[in-house]
């Protein structure tokens, strides 16, 4: 049975940076063709891709957030952590994590429940 | 970065109706196109992966086509546990993207 957790604050400061931590189960990130990514959901809005760790440790980034965020993984732990640096208002959004599996191109088919994070003063 | 454009934003329908949802990329993306389906408060749930293929356990009655930049999401017969926000996506660049949504209400 797979299934993933995100924990991290649920609300930040701005300027902060913010650590989350994807915990899962039921597959290894050893496994070839095993990713895990991250998606936001700011409010009301359609879902945002920010990045992906692949089981080789490849990783990539968003375009428009890659100079903030940094995504790694502790497979001992079967964790992955990502942090985005300097956060701002906008950045408020629920963030998802999803075992994005390599078959027919990648998808993402399992995800965890998601966390609220709020960016404020 | 590849840009996915849904339409409509959204639509109103009736159970039993026949509900078609497009989606098309900047640029070829072969089949690597994939369906979500979301309900307020919860996580997106997949669909349909590599254009047509159904995932496990989602009812035969939704079905995708589509290659190249043009795709569809068909609902045969929409019935109430449907009414939902759909997104596409694609993974045909490594930099992978989301369409904005298609919300599906009831009528």
Known sequence: QVTLRESGPALVKPTQTLTLTCTFSGFSLTTSGMCVGWIRQSPGKALEWLARIDWDDDKYYSTSLKTRLTISKDTSKNQVVLTMTNMDPVDTATYFCARLLSGRGYYFDYWGQGTLVTVSS | ?107
């Not at chain 2, 900047?26 to 669909?47: R, V």
């Open chain 2, 1 to 107: 970065d590849i840009q996915m454009t849904q339409s409509p934003s959204s639509l109103s329908a009736s159970v039993g109706d026949r509900v078609t949802i497009t989606c098309r990329a900047s640029q070829s993306i072969n089949s690597y196109l994939n369906w979500y389906q979301q309900k307020p408060g919860e996580a997106p749930n997949l669909l349909i992966y590599a254009a047509s293929s159904l995932q496990s356990g989602v009812p035969s009655r939704f079905s995708g086509s589509g290659s190249g930049t043009d795709f569809t999401l068909t609902i045969s017969s929409l019935q109430p546990e449907d009414f939902a926000t759909y997104y596409c996506q694609q993974s045909y660049s490594t930099l992978l993207t989301f369409g904005g949504g298609t919300k599906v209400e009831i009528k």
